[in-house]
T-cell receptor
């Protein structure tokens, strides 16, 4: 079946550090890939997405590239801020699985000043 | 910017009681979803709803669960007889195409 694997957290960084959160997936066909972010006390917000191989999604300084050859969609940000402290979820929507999203376990990121 | 809203934010109930969780999706969206997240676990799909009927459901969504769109704006999840293991955060989502927008969630605590 479809699945998403993310690196476990928590990830603790200093402000202005480089952030990478690894995400790999297993799916049939050509899924769409998403990163959602959950700030403390809030719901899931779409951060970025990519719908086909080699697409790069970007938003708020975050980027992720859809790599079909490695079945990965790693999230990166070059210089994090304290306000980036949140839980980040990688998710996929497989073509053959209707519209439902399959989520990874989430990675908690804590950015210290 | 339009957003998905959910009420209540927190619901406490006794085991065996019925609960109804409410959601107002984004107004021009066509697809509606419920997900849940048990504390410390993954966000799990429960059910999707389109054109006034269930389009897909997971194995979690058994006979104790039901969904309804009683009017043009609300989308509800009912749990008929709650169990301790139903304690979780429940998220509603809606979409027009492939991108789903989530509400802030309802934390359900079953005692």
């Amino acid at each position: 079946g479809n699945s998403v694997t993310q690196m476990e957290g928590p990830v603790t960084l200093s402000e202005e550090a480089f952030l990478t959160i690894n995400c790999t997936y297993t799916a049939t066909g050509y899924p769409s890939l998403f990163w959602y972010v959950q700030y403390p006390g809030e719901g899931l917000q779409l951060l970025l997405k990519a719908t086909k191989a080699d697409d790069k999604g970007s938003n708020k300084g975050f980027e992720a590239t859809y790599r079909k050859e490695t079945t990965s969609f790693h999230l990166e940000k070059g210089s994090v801020q304290v306000s980036d402290s949140a839980v980040y979820f990688c998710a996929l929507r497989a073509q053959a699985a209707g519209n439902k999203l399959t989520f990874g376990g989430g990675t908690r990121v804590l950015v210290k000043p | 910017e339009p957003e998905v809203t959910q009420t209540p934010s927190h619901q406490v109930t006794q085991m065996g009681q019925e609960v109804i969780l409410r959601c107002v999706p984004i107004s021009n969206h066509l697809y509606f979803y419920w997900y849940r997240q048990i504390l410390g676990q993954k966000v799990e799909f429960l059910v999707s709803f389109y054109n006034n009927e269930i389009s897909e459901k997971s194995e979690i969504f058994d006979d104790q669960f039901s969904v309804e769109r009683p009017d043009g704006s609300n989308f509800t999840l009912k749990i008929r007889s709650t169990k301790l293991e139903d304690s979780a955060m429940y998220f509603c989502a809606s979409s027009y195409s492939d991108t789903q927008y989530f509400g802030p969630g309802t934390r359900l605590t079953v005692l």
